[in-house]
């Protein structure tokens, strides 16, 4: 027997124990099945049994694994338990904001009122889905984005907590034909290709409400292009290839584009995004608690979470709360 083992390689060992399934396993560690396989191997080598049966069809526990399984997961819970204890002792909190100007800055920025003694750092990624495989690989600590469309995989290893029903917008081209509307409807995107992040691995949850808000309205998603980063690019590429883009209603101003937000096909019904705060399970921070506490208050104080009747909400929005419907 090995004097020490690797929490990685038990980790490992428990995912593919508990999903019975290597690629799954994989997912969830957001790391390459090969990857996953190698450190099941190295483990079985350093403690000399065989821990997994597999076949084309099914992977089975041996009995040593249901033996050792227990053992692995007290481990596991030991080292979150020392980790979270780290976090008590000061460790930076890493925000990831996604963009500058958006409502998840407001509440970063009440949260530090609530905590002044701590360190809450902000964080750019683009894309919920990056974001979320950062949190899990213990990389980054909290995101914000449409958790509803993030694979089922990724979702199962994070909480979260409903921020805001977010109204949807689109950006265009200062020239396009719709930039003058005040709004615009769905239907008159008829016809159009929309930028929706398509291609990139980052953005698959706001890729996936596009494709809902979307469906059966004869508006296209438009095909992948490089992620323009920074005014200047985004510039350069809007005026390029002149495709509409879907955001937000709090969308920072971009040169050569206008907001515009997008309305439904009844009046004061828009389509929304269910914006929610995401991190991993188990963590313990004050950090944390202050960043709930400041989405609680800034929902309570700016009715975030009440709903026009008749809005359009994505469908995978299973596990979010509902906030409250305008009477």
Do not use: C
Request: glycine fraction near 10%.
């Amino acid at each position: 027997m090995p004097r020490d083992v690797e929490p990685r390689l038990l980790r490992a060992f428990v995912a593919v124990a508990e999903e019975l399934h290597f690629t799954r396993a994989a997912a969830r560690l957001y790391v390459a099945q090969q990857a996953l396989s190698r450190d099941v191997r190295r483990l079985e080598r350093e403690l000399g049994v065989e821990l997994f049966v597999r076949t084309t069809r099914q992977v089975v526990l041996t009995g040593d694994a249901e033996r050792l399984l227990p053992y692995a997961r007290r481990v596991l819970d030991a080292q979150d338990e020392l980790l979270a204890a780290r976090a008590d002792g000061g460790r930076p909190l890493l925000v990831d904001l996604n963009s500058a100007g958006m409502v998840s800055g407001r509440v970063l920025e009440r949260a530090r009122e609530l905590v002044p003694g701590w360190e809450l750092m902000a964080r750019f990624e683009s894309g919920l889905t990056r974001a979320a495989g950062e949190i899990l690989g213990g990389r980054l600590d909290v995101s914000f984005g449409y958790a509803g469309g993030l694979a089922p995989v990724l979702r199962s290893g994070l909480d979260h907590q409903l921020v805001r029903y977010e109204p949807l917008a689109v950006l265009l081209p200062y020239d396009h034909p719709l930039a003058g509307h005040a709004e615009v409807t769905l239907d008159a995107l008829a016809g159009e290709s929309v930028y929706a992040g398509a291609g990139n691995p980052g953005t698959l949850e706001w890729t996936e409400l596009a494709r809902q808000l979307f469906a059966g309205r004869d508006i296209a998603i438009a095909p992948p292009a490089p992620m323009a980063v920074g005014a200047e690019e985004f510039r350069r590429v809007m005026a390029k290839h002149r495709t509409p883009v879907l955001a937000v209603v709090d969308f920072p101003e971009m040169p050569g584009a206008v907001l515009r937000p997008l309305a439904g096909s009844v009046p004061q019904s828009p389509p929304v995004a269910p914006l929610a705060m995401v991190w991993r399970k188990g963590v313990k921070h004050p950090g944390v608690d202050a960043l709930r506490a400041a989405v609680s208050g800034l929902a309570r104080e700016e009715g975030w979470l009440d709903l026009d009747p008749g809005s359009w909400v994505p469908s995978t929005v299973t596990g979010l709360m509902h906030g409250n419907p305008r009477s």
